[in-house]
């Protein structure tokens, strides 16, 4: 790795037209568990002007409806002012809803099929996900993406304060940390942009958001002379959210998890029932990376796991710190591997996740939240007693 480097991070806050589709789709997953925990979900989202369509395939005891539940969620945003042509009361709702497929389904349940070699529950799909952790912050996350996120969440924040009335949903975020023999030591720019009402002046802008968010959210220590505030570069953002652009569920995979530091298996998460390893293993992973880190045996690690659709246990477990391990490789995944089941039934129970907790993940990252089961370190105590 180089001595020194930049690298960066962005986030997007909850009213950006991808957010407002991973929101979407969340809160339908949400309220589908809160009345059949055995849920089948996926929901998938696309938000453009004033349309909102929602698709994929969901099988459940629920009774919903579908056209509240969209409304509430765009009103939780805050898409509700007169002159918005997305607006929670305005917007026209497509459903193209069906019920899961019975070859997917049988390939899931715990119980015998033709052709499927066990009854225990299987992965919903094949893919491969991965968990990252390091030292770098208090969440055990890359520096980088938890600014980004904190950004964002402070800018929100002072949104739906009412403190100014100039702020509109729409908004991004992206940090740049130059880091020295693999620590972070320099805020090098700071790159926010935010959706305004057309009577602001862009100085008001960019003095008010350097004043009371970036100097409030980074620390003085890492911020110089030479760090740079790109607030609103482009000098007007007005026209915003999915009147401006498109939305998509599951567009934001890398601000979703580790701003590019960590790899990513492809699969995206709002909208999917923890039987989607795409989603419920990623969690896993996240778990025992942070785990691993919080045990001392590694101050950064990635971890991979891979499954076979229908399948009960993982094609594949990896460990990799990074050269940073107390002790080989090899025999952290062995310890691994004692104290973690890998099985989607064992996730889905260990983590507790047929909830209604998933729209608490849909903005500013999956992960280095406080309070989410997966963001424990209640097993590291058992990781070093394993190895």
């Known amino acids: 790795m180089a001595q020194s480097f930049v690298f960066s991070s962005e986030s997007v806050g909850e009213g950006h037209p991808d957010k407002v589709a991973d929101l979407i789709s969340d809160s339908v997953l949400d309220a589908c568990l809160a009345q059949d ?40 945003i805050g898409y509700v ?7 929670a009361d305005k917007i026209f709702v497509q459903n193209l809803l069906t019920r899961q497929s019975p070859d997917i389904s049988q390939g899931v349940d715990a119980r015998k099929a033709k052709g499927k070699k066990t009854a225990e529950q299987g992965a919903g799909d094949q893919g491969l996900m991965f968990g990252y952790a390091c030292k770098e912050t208090p969440e055990l996350m890359p520096a980088p993406i938890m600014f ?20 509109r949903p729409d908004a991004k975020s992206q940090v740049s940390i130059r880091y020295e023999n693999g620590k972070p030591v320099e805020v090098v720019n700071v790159v926010i942009s935010t959706q305004h009402t057309a009577d602001v002046s862009h100085d008001e802008i960019c003095n008010f958001l350097i004043k009371n968010l970036v100097k409030q959210v980074i620390p003085a220590r890492l911020l110089s002379k ?8 482009t000098g007007r953002f007005v026209v915003g959210g999915p009147e401006g652009d498109s939305g998509l569920t599951g567009r934001k995979i890398i601000v979703d998890t580790y701003g590019g530091w960590g790899r990513h298996g492809g699969g995206a998460f709002s909208g999917k029932d923890p039987s989607k390893v795409d989603r419920s293993a990623a ?19 990635e ?13 594949s477990v990896y460990v990799d710190t990074q050269g940073t391990g107390a002790v080989s490789d090899e025999k952290i995944a062995r310890a691994v591997n004692r104290v973690f089941s890998f099985k989607p039934a064992d996730i889905v129970s260990e983590l507790r996740l047929l909830q209604p907790i998933y729209r608490k993940t849909t903005n500013y990252g999956h992960f280095g939240k406080a309070g989410l089961p997966w963001e424990q370190t209640n097993k590291a105590a058992a990781l070093r007693a394993a190895l």
């Not at 929901?43 to 909102?52: G, I, R």
């Not at 980004?148 to 702020?167: P, Q, Y």
């Not at 760090?227 to 609103?232: Q, S, V």
């Open 37 to 76: 925990r055995n849920s089948r979900v996926a929901c998938e989202t696309l938000v453009k002007s004033n349309q909102v369509v929602v698709a994929g395939e969901i099988t459940t005891a629920a009774k919903l409806n579908y056209e509240q539940i969209i409304r509430a969620a765009i009103r939780d």
């Open 283 to 301: 969690y896993m992973c996240r778990w025992v990376a942070k785990n691993i880190v919080a045990a001392g045996l590694a101050t950064r690690v």
């Open 226 to 233: 030479k760090t740079e505030y790109l607030i609103n570069p």
């Open 148 to 167: 980004a996120h904190r950004l964002g969440r402070g800018l929100t924040k002072i949104r739906k304060s009412g403190r100014v009335k100039w702020l």
């Open 303 to 315: 971890l991979q796991v891979a499954y076979a659709i229908g399948h009960p246990k993982p094609v």
């Open 81 to 87: 002012n007169d002159d918005d042509v997305f607006h």
